[in-house]
């Protein structure tokens, strides 16, 4: 059974900082794409990042360049997402996600309906 499970969100004042992990089981995630994405209220479900199964190549959303990194260790089948300087409109719930389809992404960036394995979210709220 493939399991994506997310840890570490939780309530956390505007500049602060959280680690976000995900620990993935049932299949070896190594040859996949691996993302983060949100999902706000009312709104729909955007990638934040994203890296490649080698940790080459990383993507992230315009809103997190220079805040947000991912990481991933293949060993451990684990991705996580390192988020410092959190806004209020960071506030969501993130989602990790696994692409079988592919390692990489287009000039587009990375395409939702890719990514087959989801986890459950963690909510992350930001008070200003």
């Known amino acids: 059974q493939v399991q994506l499970v997310e840890s570490g969100g939780g309530l956390v004042q505007a500049g602060g900082s959280l680690r976000l992990s995900c620990a993935a089981s049932?299949?070896?995630?190594?040859?996949?794409?691996m993302g983060w994405f949100r999902q706000a209220t009312g709104k729909e479900r955007e990638c934040v990042a994203a890296i490649t199964w080698s940790g080459g190549s990383t993507y992230y959303v315009d809103s997190a360049k220079g805040r947000f990194t991912i990481s991933r260790d293949n060993a451990k089948n684990t991705v996580y997402l390192q988020m410092n300087g959190l806004k209020p409109e960071d506030t969501a719930v993130y989602y990790c996600?696994?692409?079988?389809?592919?390692?990489?992404w287009g000039p587009g960036g990375p395409l939702i309906y890719e990514y087959r394995y989801w986890g459950q979210g963690t909510p992350v709220t930001v008070s200003s």
């Open positions: 049932g299949r070896s995630f190594g040859s996949d794409a």
């Open positions: 996600a696994a692409n079988p389809i592919r390692s990489d």
